[in-house]
């Protein structure tokens, strides 16, 4: 017989927060809250299990607490909070030794002898403000400049905080895509007027390559508002995940490597 959602729930985090990694394959779903993953797409049950072993890495006393479940049966609504301290490495910050603390509703549907979370009234901004403790985002006030360290944040992570889902879009501008690599490293503008900038985006329409949309002059963006061309890329680092200006569509480097 299916287990019930908080059974579940509460099962995952007495044995993850034991030290029990392989909990998580064993209580999450294959399938997220809402959608059933693509044959080529990596299952929820992955993703959860990347993104959780990195940061159980990172913060070596990491706990997982559920509360305050409203509801019975196959779904419920709980509080999930989770904390930690920063002592080690995670993607590419180095650990700041502060205790982080993360407090979220979440909904849970059970899936057999699994679950399924979806993660309710995500605020961006509180969002931005965790990875800001974790040194992964710069200050308020130098979000404009060159990132502290050379931070490569999870795609399927990126997409969730700027979208709010895991699932991928609708886009039709996918089909545009003419041009896949730079042929220049600068924002061209931006050195001819002697200003700095944290990132840069390619359009691949054209390949115009401008700054990205916390620096000073937000190029990138300009250049889609004079020319309508909509989808860029990152070409920072070994970035390569897409955004479409005119849909907010979010796009992982799987995705783009489809078309190079």
Known sequence: ??????????????????????????????????????????????????LLTDLKAAMPDL???????????????????VAGTHLGDLWGAPPSGQRVHWVTPVTV?????????????????????????FGLVNPPDEMDLPPMYPVVIPDFLAKVVFTGQAGDMDCPHLADIVVTEPTV??????????????ALR????????GCCDTSKNRHAQAHYE????????????????????EDNA???????????
């Not at 679950?115 to 403790?133: C, H, K, P, S």
């Not at 359009?203 to 115009?208: F, R």
Request: aromatic share 12%; with cysteine; glycine share 6%.
């Open 226 to 245: 004079e020319t309508g061309h909509p989808l860029m890329r990152s070409i920072r680092m070994d970035e390569g995940w897409m955004w479409c200006y």
């Open 109 to 133: 549907r059970s899936m057999g002898n699994a679950f399924a979370v979806r993660f309710d009234e995500v605020n961006l901004m509180e969002l931005i403000g965790l990875l800001r403790q």
């Open 63 to 81: 706990t997982i607490v559920a509360a305050d479940f409203e509801g019975a049966g196959e779904v419920v609504a709980a509080t999930l909070s």
């Open 202 to 209: 390619m359009c691949l329409v054209c390949g115009n390559v």
């Open 185 to 198: 490293d600068v924002c061209a503008q931006c050195v001819e007027s002697g200003d700095v900038w944290p």
């Open 1 to 50: 017989m299916p287990s019930s959602a908080e059974d579940l729930v509460l099962s995952f985090t007495e044995a993850f927060n034991s030290g029990d990694l392989d909990s998580i394959d064993q209580y999450f779903a294959s399938d997220f809250f809402t959608y059933q993953p693509a044959a080529d797409e990596p299952t929820a049950t992955e993703r959860f299990r990347e």
């Open 250 to 260: 979010f796009f992982e480097k799987r995705t783009f490597e489809k078309y190079r």
